[in-house]
């Protein structure tokens, strides 16, 4: 536990630098996404804040909290599941502009990587050949985690 506090402090810092404060409801929120490797939904939150802390929190007030940590680059929205998740680069010194994960269809694990710069702007391309925009930079792959392919085998 003494990783996630200190992810937690950082965090707490970052939002004073900019002039937010990371409220208890706020950390408890960003606690629940840290301590999952899946992206969970508003309602997910809702239970763990229940089952965790014993408090309930309305659901209008989890999306603000939400849309307040992705405000500060603390979490990311998948739109695909519309759940979220903790940003994998929480700690670092930089907001990243473009963020791409990989989903396990199967057991819902999420992983945030780094997909190299031209291969994105490659497909931004051909999806313009197409005659399509990308909606932002953010890309969600389907796929099988480790453990899944391992089980399915
Ligand atoms: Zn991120
Ligand atoms: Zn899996």
């Known amino acids: 536990m003494r990783k996630l506090e200190a992810i937690i402090e950082h965090a707490d810092q970052q939002c004073k630098q900019n002039g937010a404060r ?24 809702i239970d763990y804040c229940k089952t965790q802390h014993g408090e309930t929190i309305p659901a209008m007030s989890v999306y603000r909290i939400l849309d307040f940590l992705e405000s500060q680059h603390l979490v990311h929205r998948l739109n695909l599941a ?21 989903i396990c269809r199967q057991c819902q ?12 702007q490659t497909l931004q391309q051909d999806v313009r050949d197409a005659g399509f925009e990308l909606d932002g930079q953010q890309l969600e792959i389907n796929g099988l985690c480790e453990s899944c392919v391992k089980s399915s085998a």
């Open 82 to 102: 519309n759940k979220y998740v903790a940003c994998a680069h929480i700690t670092g010194q930089h907001e990243h502009a473009a963020s791409q994960f990989v």
């Open 22 to 45: 990371l409220t208890a409801k706020r950390k408890q929120i960003l606690s629940g996404l840290l301590q999952s490797d899946k992206a969970l939904s508003a309602y997910e939150l």
């Open 109 to 120: 694990r999420v992983k945030e990587i780094d997909i190299n710069d031209s291969v994105v």
